[in-house]
């Protein structure tokens, strides 16, 4: 929970953003947003990416479900899980025909920082991930 500061890099090249986790509508949603800055390069100029996710529980279901939206045109549907060790928060994306799978972690490292991991899987390799970003988060 909270407001956090983040850098890493990956398939959009190194970045910085900031991003929260705030409970909503009484504590029945879990809204993140996330704003992640990429300088310019040779290949291109800089950009911004921002995203909204709101996690939330259907009645009866026995898994969180997420909803994620993002300035680049994205819908991702996914599934949220705790690891056993509860160490871990994972959000794995429907299975659809003909679509890739995508795969958002985040887990607890030292002194209340995150390490986050975003994987994609080919259409016809769903359950082969790749990494396409890794950071890490402190606590503003």
């Given at each position: ?100 799978r995508y795969r958002l972690t985040y887990t607890k490292a030292k002194n209340q920082t995150l390490n986050i991991k975003f994987e994609i899987a080919p259409p016809d390799k769903t359950r082969s991930f790749s990494t396409y970003l890794e950071g ?5």
């Amino acid at each position: 929970m909270g407001e956090w500061t983040a850098e890493g890099g990956g398939g959009p090249g190194q970045g910085t953003g900031t991003f929260s986790f705030e409970f909503d509508l009484q504590g029945k949603v879990l809204v993140r947003r996330n704003r992640s800055d990429y300088p310019a390069t040779n290949d291109r100029p800089a950009f911004s990416h921002q995203d909204l996710m709101i996690v939330y529980r259907e009645p009866g279901a026995k898994s969180a479900q997420a909803i994620y939206f993002d300035n680049e045109g994205h819908v991702i549907h996914y599934t949220a899980e705790l690891t056993a060790d509860q160490e871990s928060l994972v959000f794995l994306s429907d299975l659809l025909p003909s679509a890739a799978r995508y795969r958002l972690t985040y887990t607890k490292a030292k002194n209340q920082t995150l390490n986050i991991k975003f994987e994609i899987a080919p259409p016809d390799k769903t359950r082969s991930f790749s990494t396409y970003l890794e950071g890490t988060a402190h606590r503003k």
